[in-house]
């Protein structure tokens, strides 16, 4: 049973800089892996930020980057503002068939 | 503009079945994979599967838990895509999303509600 890991929950101030990780009990996340990252809000639909680990949507804010980082996929904020307070997922792809998601970082701005 | 919409969720009985539809508009459906999508109530996301568009053989993946029971189908004609639920347990009550994409899923659907109940 491959686990994908995400810290449960983090907070940051308005203004600051965060970032998120996604590990897999295989191994190191490679681009193998084409991480993807969503935001979720609240009795909403999830929002694709992120894939490929790096490539942002075209709607994508350019204060979220993702990136590689220690063996682990990663979601940076960076001037982080009150709306972007909210559930982020990240998801990747085994052998480029099976998905499996982490279980999500609460995000607080506070 | 890209539109995605889920339809055909509902209320069903433990081992009956129902199909999902997704209907989507604004782009050339036949070019690109889609996926489905889903989340149990208070849960996090999980991935049901993709199926590949028909340049890349129009095959599909699913995840574990759900195959064998679950079915992905495209109409590019119709730009569509099914999601065919079979022998549904209570386990499978959540909301599903579809979304453009297989391995860089972007835009995504409001979601439509299955609930499996006796």
């Known amino acids: 049973q491959t686990v994908v890991t995400q810290e449960p929950s983090l907070t940051v101030s308005p203004g600051g800089t965060v970032t998120l990780t996604c590990a897999s009990s295989?191994?190191?996340?490679?681009?193998?892996?084409?991480p993807n990252w969503f935001q979720q809000k609240p009795g909403q639909a999830p929002r694709a930020l992120i894939y490929?680990?790096?490539n942002r949507h075209s709607w994508t804010p350019a204060r979220f980057s993702g990136s590689l980082l220690g063996g682990k996929a990663a979601l940076t904020l960076s001037g982080v503002q009150p709306e972007d307070e909210a559930e982020y997922y990240c998801?990747?792809?085994?052998?480029?068939?099976?998905?499996?998601f982490g279980g999500g970082t609460k995000l607080t701005v506070l | 503009e890209v539109q995605l919409v889920e339809s055909g969720g509902g209320l069903v009985k433990p081992g009956r079945t129902l199909r999902l539809s997704c209907t989507t508009s604004g782009f050339t459906f036949g070019d690109y994979a889609m996926s489905w999508f889903r989340q149990a109530p208070g849960k996090g996301l999980e991935w049901v599967g993709f199926?590949?568009?028909?340049?890349?053989?129009?095959?599909?993946e699913n995840a574990a838990s759900v195959k064998g029971r679950f079915t992905i189908s495209r109409d590019d004609s119709k730009s569509i895509v099914y999601l065919q639920m079979n022998s549904l347990k209570t386990d499978d009550t959540a909301v599903y999303y579809c979304?453009?994409?297989?391995?860089?899923?972007?835009?995504w659907g409001q979601g439509t509600l299955v609930t499996v109940s006796p």
């Open positions: 998801l990747l792809f085994y052998g480029g068939a099976q998905g499996v």
């Open positions: 490929s680990a790096s």
């Open positions: 979304s453009r994409g297989g391995w860089s899923p972007g835009f």
């Open positions: 199926i590949r568009s028909k340049a890349y053989g129009g095959t599909t």
């Open positions: 295989t191994g190191a996340v490679t681009s193998d892996y084409y």
